[in-house]
């Protein structure tokens, strides 16, 4: 009876102790999310095609988050770690032969974020089933002729607290699977396609060692440069 007691106890202190944790509420919290990119602003058979990225994928864990992404055939590459519990951001940009990183903290990415005005978010009572799971829709409304109404899915089924707290969709309270954004003039849309769960290296988020560092300024000014080009 005395052994049965305590083991009774010991399982009550644990169940009692992880009651909150992601895996007693169900939410995936460690994987990868793989989206399909559109530009809607572009000819997809235009001379630009086949220049623009088609995919981009997202992997997370532990409060981090990578966004990679490729373009010009592996020309341009972007390789975004994000600490959301940290609030901090290392942003690799590589162009050929050329590399570089900055780290950026909520007063620089006002400066990468320049031109995106802060939109009113309107919440629905909208749902729908996105890469299998459940999201809820919400309606982004700029003060802006030239910047379209855009629907943004979100889920609060996979657990990475405060994931847009970076962008101008930072009140939106989930993991989001399908909206739009502008970034230096290039419109996108992102769609999750598929979410694979699984144990993440941790060593993915970590900053890459043949970078060079650079002012957030200077990362600011080739990323213009770049991306302008490809809005084009």
């Known amino acids: 009876m005395r052994i049965l007691s305590t083991s009774i106890a010991a399982f009550l202190l644990i169940f009692s102790s992880g009651c909150n944790s992601d895996l007693l509420d169900g939410r995936m919290d460690e994987g990868v999310i793989e989206y399909a990119l559109t530009f809607p602003d572009h000819d997809p058979n235009g001379l630009m095609a086949g220049m623009l ?3 981009t994928t997202l992997t997370f864990a ?3 988050q990578l966004a990679e992404l490729s373009a010009g055939m592996g020309i341009f590459r972007t390789h975004m ?3 959301n519990k940290g609030r901090a951001m290392d942003y690799h940009m590589s162009m050929m032969s050329k590399k570089i990183m900055a780290h950026l903290v909520p007063r620089d990415l006002e400066v990468i974020n320049t031109g995106i005005p802060k939109p ?3 919440f629905t009572n909208d749902v729908d089933t996105i890469a299998g ?3 809820k829709r919400a ?3 700029f003060d802006r002729m030239d910047l379209p109404e855009v629907d943004i899915w979100y ?7 405060n994931a847009n707290w970076f962008g101008p969709f930072s009140e939106v309270p989930g993991v989001m699977l399908s909206y739009e954004m502008v970034q230096y003039g290039l419109r996108m849309r992102l769609d999750a396609v598929k979410v694979t769960p699984g144990k993440v290296d941790p060593s993915k988020f970590n900053e890459k060692p043949d970078y060079e560092r650079v002012d957030p300024a200077v990362l600011h000014h080739d990323m ?3 991306l302008g080009a490809f809005s084009m």
């Open 155 to 161: 889920t609060e089924e996979i657990a990475l607290d």
């Open 139 to 141: 309606v982004a409304i």
């Open 224 to 226: 213009a440069e770049v």
């Open 81 to 83: 770690v994000v600490d």
């Open 133 to 135: 799971f459940a999201c």
């Open 53 to 55: 990225p088609e995919s």
């Open 120 to 122: 009113y978010l309107l």
């Open 62 to 64: 532990d409060g981090k």
